[in-house]
């Protein structure tokens, strides 16, 4: 199950504002390669891909454990 999905980083400008300059922020997004997952699940506005990438893992790791209960949840017997 945890091969279906993948984490990417990408880096993006937040644009300018009449109070604020342009800036390069970095984001992660969890991917299913199998087929959509139906929402988007991602984090925005870091200041470092170190950290977008830190988040995202800590994100799919959190998304796979609980996959794993539910899968787990299905396969029990029914008392």
């Known amino acids: 199950m945890s091969g279906d999905y993948s984490l990417t980083i990408k880096r993006y400008k937040r644009p300018r ?24 699940l991602y984090g925005d506005g870091f200041t470092s891909e170190q950290a977008a990438k830190l988040a995202g893992e800590k994100a799919l790791v959190e998304l796979l454990e609980r996959l794993s209960q539910e899968e787990n949840k299905d396969l029990s017997p029914a008392n």
């Not at 604020?20 to 988007?40: N, Y």
Request: no cysteine; glycine share 4%.
């Open 17 to 40: 504002t009449l109070y604020r300059r342009a800036k390069l922020l970095w984001a992660w997004e969890i991917l299913r390669r199998s087929k959509p997952i139906g929402v988007r």
